[in-house]
């Protein structure tokens, strides 16, 4: 299949991630991936990279080639580059256009629900609450619910939950 | 110097008896500390930037501008995804300041706004930089404990942003587990990841990460493991069970809190700390070791 190239994307990208012209393809990031190493190279960092260079939106965003979802944020790359290229934060980018394209795990939508309801990764369930007592442990006292509501909005958060 | 303590989502809401040991041992060596209070998901460094960078950037924000108003007050965090989290955030916003205006136009709304420069810290290196002091509490030394030490992901990388220990050949865990009498176990795999956070998205790689992991210290001859992240240890603790049904392994390693084991060398009895609580149970060895009645 033909490839197609999005310059706005590969303009965006290399304004918003600056660090990004700094590869040179050397392939280190890979070589020190747990997960390239365990899938034999079809998740490949350095090919993740590549893509964003060229400006491949689609193949990374719809057709997830490589699946930028398998990175483990270990942050060995970011450790080892010898470019000093931001490659998670350029995955996480990466992440949030699939999240626009519909394309992502089920589970950080979960976990992006309970942020915007709780303002918590992991509410407090009854059982935990009686562990607590139990423990002689004191309530925790968390953030107000208006407040988070009023940040959340603001940051449009709250509309891109309704709209995935 | 006064401590705030970020305690994160995991600890309190999953595994309350590590924040059961830590506030033991805090109160034992008289570290003056407070709760941060107000505060949101720090958010998972590894979770809410995947979905919503900007999001995740103000929440981090906040959390740290909750700290403006304590002149020379350190935060401190028993979780290493907290840590990474507050310590990239004021990073980020550090280092672009547009990023730190457009965060700030936010938090104006709700009469907040961050300054930059918070300290952060984690509880490991906390108690590392005072182990001197803090080995005077130790009563019980871990005599038997052959520990694996896993120092996880986030304790150690990006260095550039998390600025401890050294990334490649750390040691400051294994010499907290040597001062406190007990033996570090080298294994191998001993740098790589839990297998944690990719098991939002694929839980069979999750699941080859971890098993790697767990082969490493079953053939170390270690009978524990040391964590210092609640994600690394819901993960090590919960994930042993499953893996032993469906790749008919025998892993049987009780996962330790860096706090929990400082508690148990400061006298402090595993029935008043929730040991029981564990996943793996840790009865056998703690018997074993002299450490239960």
Not at chain 2, 3 to 28: D, H, M, Q
Not at chain 2, 107 to 128: A, D, E, R
């Amino acid at each position: 299949m033909t490839l197609k190239i999005d310059f706005g994307f590969r303009k965006q990208f290399k304004t918003y991630k600056f660090s990004l012209n700094y590869c040179y393809q050397c392939g280190t990031c890979s070589g020190g991936c747990p997960v390239a190493k365990l899938t034999n190279g079809d998740y490949n960092p350095r090919k993740i990279i590549e893509a964003c260079i060229l400006g491949l939106k689609e193949k990374l965003t719809t057709l997830l080639e490589p699946n930028v979802w398998q990175c483990s944020t270990c942050q060995k790359c970011v450790e080892y580059c010898p470019q000093g290229v931001e490659l998670t934060e350029i995955f996480d980018h990466v992440k949030n256009l699939c999240v626009e394209a519909g394309n992502y795990p089920q589970a950080y939508k979960a976990q992006g629900e309970a942020i915007r309801e709780k303002g918590s990764a992991i509410p407090m369930s009854n059982a935990i609450i009686k562990r607590r007592e139990r423990l002689g442990l004191p309530v925790m006292k968390t953030a107000s619910h208006s407040e988070i509501q009023t940040l959340l909005r603001e940051t449009g958060f709250i509309k891109k939950m309704e709209s995935i | 110097m006064e401590y705030k303590l970020f305690w994160g989502c995991t600890i309190p809401a999953r595994i309350p008896f590590v924040e059961n040991s830590a506030r033991k041992v805090f109160k034992k060596i008289g570290l003056n500390y407070s709760d941060l209070e107000d505060t949101t998901c720090c958010p998972d460094p590894t979770g809410l930037p995947a979905v919503d960078q900007k999001t995740w950037l103000t929440l981090g924000a906040r959390n740290l501008s909750l700290v403006n108003d304590y002149n020379n007050s350190t935060v401190i965090s028993l979780c290493s995804g907290c840590v990474e989290t507050l310590k990239t955030v004021n990073h980020i916003l550090n280092v672009h300041g547009d990023k730190r205006e457009e965060v700030n136009k936010y938090l104006t709304k709700i009469g907040k706004k961050f300054s930059g420069n918070v300290p952060v810290k984690h509880v490991g290196q906390l108690i590392y930089e005072n182990l001197d002091e803090i080995k005077k509490y130790v009563v019980k030394p871990l005599k038997g404990f052959k520990v694996a030490v896993h120092y996880g992901c986030h304790f150690l990388r990006p260095s550039e942003i998390i600025e401890w220990d050294d990334p490649d050949n750390p040691k400051t865990l294994d010499e907290i587990v040597t001062a406190l009498g007990g033996e570090s176990i080298p294994y191998d795999n001993k740098l790589e990841c839990c297998g944690c956070p990719v098991g939002k998205s694929d839980e069979e790689l999750s699941n080859k990460i971890t098993m790697q992991k767990l082969q490493g210290v079953a053939d170390s001859g270690a009978n524990c493991m040391l964590v210092v992240c609640p994600a690394c240890f819901t993960h090590l603790d919960f994930k042993q069970k499953s893996l032993n049904k469906e790749m008919e392994t025998q892993f049987d390693y009780p996962v330790f809190y860096l706090t929990e084991l400082l508690a148990l060398a400061m006298g402090f009895k595993p029935k008043d700390l929730g040991v029981r609580y564990h996943v793996v149970k840790a009865k056998k060895l703690l018997l074993e070791l002299g450490f239960m009645d």
